[in-house]
């Protein structure tokens, strides 16, 4: 029995891409996950290298356990880690969400997976306010399904219109990209509301 792979199979490449490509940014936030999420379902949708449950499985895992990871650190981590995971981030965004988070925990898990750039604080603050395992285990689960669904549901729409997958592919990225510039928009408008009527 050999365990080598067979590159000239897409999916023996694809499925791997996928889980390490969202696991990886879902613990630094370098890869476009929603993206990759999105391309790999408009390439289930347009041939048969990838399975549509299988991408949603596994873009669930990855983030999940991304996820997870990112919290623990945060909860059980060195000084160092923390603002390493922090980097980036604004300190009134930290604190905010901090303070949020212990009125209103599991719903912050799941917003904060689905808001761009929402990730990191919540589980930043979860671990600081030492948010019990058993508590965020099931919300993180609830989010990382939603997360993949919705990002999957931009490829499939795509997937759909297109019957070449490089095209889908390339729709689906678009279709992400513009839904996060989107959610950042109005989320940055929100926050502008908040600050004038204090």
């Given amino acids: 029995m050999t365990l080598s792979l067979d590159w000239s199979d897409a999916?023996?490449?694809?499925y791997p891409t996928l889980f390490l490509g969202v696991l990886i940014g879902s613990v630094v936030p370098i890869v476009p996950t929603g993206a990759l999420v999105g391309a790999a379902a408009a390439v289930a949708m347009t041939t048969a290298h990838l399975s549509l449950p299988l991408v949603l499985l596994l873009a669930v895992l990855g983030a999940g356990i991304g996820d997870l990871t990112t919290f623990a650190v945060a909860r059980l981590g060195s000084d160092a880690a923390v603002r390493w995971l922090a980097r980036g981030q604004k300190p009134e965004r930290l604190a905010n969400a901090q303070a949020r988070?212990?009125?209103?925990g599991w719903q912050l898990v799941v917003v904060g997976r689905l808001i761009p750039a929402g990730r990191i604080p919540v589980l930043l603050a979860a671990g600081a306010v030492a948010y019990p395992w058993r508590r965020l285990l099931p919300a993180t689960l609830a989010a990382c399904a939603l997360w993949a669904v919705?990002?999957?549901l931009l490829g499939v729409v795509s997937g759909g219109i297109f019957d070449s997958p490089?095209?889908?592919t390339l729709l689906?990225?678009?279709l992400v990209?513009?839904?996060t510039g989107?959610?950042?928009l109005v989320a940055r408008r929100r926050r502008e509301k908040a600050k004038v009527s204090r």
């Fill in 166 to 168: 490089l095209i889908a």
């Fill in 172 to 174: 689906a990225a678009v």
């Fill in 11 to 14: 999916s023996a490449i694809g």
């Fill in 177 to 179: 990209l513009v839904v």
């Fill in 101 to 104: 988070f212990e009125r209103q």
């Fill in 182 to 184: 989107v959610v950042n």
């Fill in 150 to 152: 919705a990002y999957a």
